[in-house]
């Protein structure tokens, strides 16, 4: 793992999206080769039968 970036009590309810943005400094001694950069969202509700992701998202970085 390189990085982590933490949010805490983000207002997001049933079927809203929200945009979050934040930078990463990839350090200077990471070996070259492909990365990968993903998001975990945890979070309780309810309704425990629904906390499945539908669609991953991760971007792929390559540090050369």
Do not use: C, F
Request: aromatic letters at 4%.
């Amino acid at each position: 793992m390189i990085a982590t970036v933490t949010k805490a009590n983000v207002p997001i309810g049933a079927l809203e999206a929200i945009d979050l943005h934040d930078s990463v400094t990839i350090p200077s001694d990471v070996a070259a080769g492909t990365w990968y950069l993903g998001v975990i969202l945890t979070t309780t509700d309810a309704r425990s039968g629904n906390q499945h992701t539908q669609v991953q998202i991760v971007l792929e970085l390559v540090v050369r």
